[in-house]
């Protein structure tokens, strides 16, 4: 930080790369996650990646984005994803599906979806697991030592989203109960449609704290409807 040498990479612009490698970071957030996960669990599920190009068909997928965000994101639900396909398939000690990731490049979004074969999701819980502190994981226990837990405290996938939409994204999940989860992040494609998303407070929107009036709706007992 203070040597004669910058430590940031050259084509940086501060904490954002112009020319961000999509798949490269894939690869080494799922490397990280499968080191925790081999820890806990003593194997771990393969990866598998595709990719599609409709800009530059066989082209390299590049974005201009911070890489920390997107390895924050993509490490978070590959540690859920490893987690739920080990414990889902406890029997089969030798035969893990893998990890199925689709990196896909549009015209105005980037999108990457993470698929997993670790018996999915009830639907009734799908919105809780974006609420800071829900997790179904036990709590991490003080006795593990320096080693980083794999989950349990529940702010993964809600720090996730909040990345994802910081620059107009997204994170989503969609799941097949008993069979498998799909998480997909939405990206910009075009730098110039990225822009922060920023809370406003001024006169106007304290209005909207503020005001206890209900804005009426088909579900209430509105004479109108």
């Known amino acids: 930080m203070f040597g004669k040498d910058k430590t940031g ?3 940086h612009i501060g904490s954002i790369d112009p020319n961000c490698d999509v798949v490269a970071i894939v690869k080494d957030a799922y490397e990280n996650a499968r080191f925790l996960c081999d820890q806990y669990y003593l194997a771990s599920p393969e990866l598998t ?3 599609h190009n409709a800009k530059l068909p066989g082209g390299k997928i590049e974005c201009c984005y911070i890489p920390s965000h997107l390895y924050h994101i993509l490490f978070e639900l590959f540690k859920n994803s490893m987690r739920a396909v080990m414990e889902y398939h406890d029997d089969d000690q ?3 599906p893998p990890i199925v990731v689709a990196v896909v490049s549009g015209l105005e979004d980037l999108t990457i979806k993470m698929s997993d074969e670790g018996g999915g999701i009830p639907r009734s819980v799908i919105d809780q697991l974006f609420h800071y502190t829900y997790t179904t994981a036990p709590q991490p226990s003080k006795a593990d030592g320096p080693c980083a837990p794999l989950a349990g405290y ?3 996938l809600p720090l996730s989203r909040l990345y994802a939409r910081y620059f ?3 994170l989503q999940v969609y799941s097949l109960e008993g069979h498998s989860t799909d998480c997909l992040i939405y990206l910009k494609a ?3 449609e990225a822009n922060e998303l920023l ?4 006169t106007t929107s304290s209005r909207h704290y503020t005001s206890g009036i209900a804005t009426p709706d088909w579900t209430g007992n509105n004479p109108r409807f």
């Open 94 to 96: 030798n035969e893990y």
């Open 190 to 192: 075009l730098s110039e």
């Open 49 to 51: 990646i595709e990719t």
């Open 168 to 170: 107009q994204g997204d």
């Open 199 to 202: 809370p406003v407070f001024n």
């Open 9 to 11: 990479h050259k084509r």
């Open 154 to 156: 529940g702010y993964g």
